[in-house]
């Protein structure tokens, strides 16, 4: 029972249909529905809702490099990482399916029914992101792990209890004005994934709607990328908040630590992300 509860509220397929559509719309209207602005804050304020309907009973975990950095850092057991990342990457494959099919017709008319990679009517970075034609393996691996790092870093603030934090409630939409921060500066080279779910799932579902295997070979098979990129931010933003911030808070009162039901549970176990 506990794990079917996990897995329901990691599996949130609206966080693709509602961000990935915000790009589907700017893209199948060629600009007249939709543009950077947007999709930076459609995609960011998808994130906040799905916080918001999966908080209670998963704490909103839709993104496998936060589960993994929440239990590198001892916010959350290990056992319970295979189940939320297998959920998340469901609910992301489940949500483009979704999106493909509320815009079928759309797609089959903005290229003569073709289903394009690269070129002027491409579809494909509607689901995944591909990097500029100037971008390095190097710097696209680089910029994730930045992006993934700064992610992270401003998570562990919020949900830490000794930081200033947010009030109760807010957390969500605090996190979705960072994702618009970061979209906002860093996703000019790749579209600033951070998100191995995000990415991968929506990769592999357009490789068998009809795109074609292509899709991972790319950009110097570029796929990669968003995947392995930001767990190693994620590990790099936890340990940077470790070191620079988390430690050099004061201890806590003995007294009101054991005034702490043993049963309550942790903050970082509450929070959730992209």
Known sequence: MWVWKKIKGSVEPETLVLGCGSVAQAVLSRGHFGGIITINTGFSMAVAMAIYVSAGVSGGHINPAVSFALCLFGRMKWFKFPFYVGAQFLGAFAGAATLFGIYYDAFMSFAGGKLLIVGENATAHIFATYPAPYLSLVNAFAEQVVATMFLLIVIFAIFDSRNL????????????????????????????????????????????????????TVGNNFWWIPVVGPLVGAAAGGLVYFLLIEIHHPDLNPDLEAEQPEDKPEKYELNAIM
């Open 165 to 216: 934090g947010v009030p109760r409630g807010l957390e969500p939409v605090v996190i979705g004005f960072l994702i618009v921060t970061i979209a906002s500066s860093l996703g000019m080279n790749s579209g600033c994934a951070m998100n191995p779910a995000r990415d991968l799932s929506p990769r592999l579902f357009t490789a068998l709607a009809g795109w074609g295997f292509e899709v991972f």
